[in-house]
């Protein structure tokens, strides 16, 4: 089943702790040079 909002909650979740993730590596490398 489609949509549930315990699915879409998860789903988000996980998609935002990527994005962070690869922020904070964009800010480390950035800080390194």
Do not use: F, P, W, Y
């Amino acid at each position: 089943h489609m949509g549930s909002k315990e699915d879409v909650a998860a789903r988000i979740d996980a998609d935002t702790r990527i994005k962070i993730e690869e922020m904070n590596k964009g800010l480390a490398i950035h800080k390194d040079r």
